[in-house]
């Protein structure tokens, strides 16, 4: 895709879903070295980078991870990842690679199914704010 910066990692996350919208706060806030960009899944641009990685969305709604031109990776690989991008405590995550993908992801997506209603939903997706703004596409 050419319109992706490709000297960032894009962190693609359901929009409208309160602990991911957390979380993308939580990443923005510890991302020091700048390395992440965020886009809602359910928006346009999410949709075309879904298409274009081969992700089909009526299959997946999890975090993706994706390195643009390198790869992509889903729920707890996508973590996993991430949390070593920001490196020092966060790192320690890495920690979880000893389980099999297939353990770890059976708990992801006990979490992602109750989501909503441990955490709740919003309406529509976020709306950055203007010093935000450039962190998503």
């Given amino acids: 895709m050419q319109n992706l910066p490709h000297d960032k990692k894009i962190i693609l996350?359901?929009?409208?879903?309160?602990?991911?919208?957390?979380?993308?706060?939580?990443?923005?806030?510890?991302d020091n070295k700048d390395i992440f960009r965020f886009v809602a899944l359910q928006s346009d641009s999410g949709k075309e980078i879904c298409n274009y990685i081969?992700?089909?969305?009526?299959?997946?709604?999890?975090?993706?991870?994706?390195?643009?031109?390198?790869?992509?990776?889903?729920?707890?690989?996508?973590?996993?990842?991430?949390?070593?991008?920001l490196g020092g405590i966060y790192s320690l995550i890495s920690i979880f690679?000893?389980?099999?993908?297939?353990?770890?992801?059976?708990?992801?997506?006990?979490?992602?199914?109750n989501r909503y209603k441990w955490y709740g939903k919003k309406g529509s997706c976020m709306i950055p704010t203007p010093e935000l703004k450039a962190k998503f596409l």
């Fill in 13 to 30: 996350f359901d929009g409208v879903c309160n602990l991911c919208d957390s979380a993308v706060q939580y990443i923005i806030k510890h």
């Fill in 54 to 85: 081969g992700v089909d969305q009526t299959k997946i709604d999890s975090i993706i991870l994706y390195n643009p031109n390198i790869a992509y990776y889903y729920k707890s690989s996508a973590i996993i990842k991430i949390a070593k991008e």
């Fill in 97 to 113: 690679k000893i389980l099999p993908e297939k353990n770890r992801n059976y708990i992801y997506d006990y979490i992602a199914k």
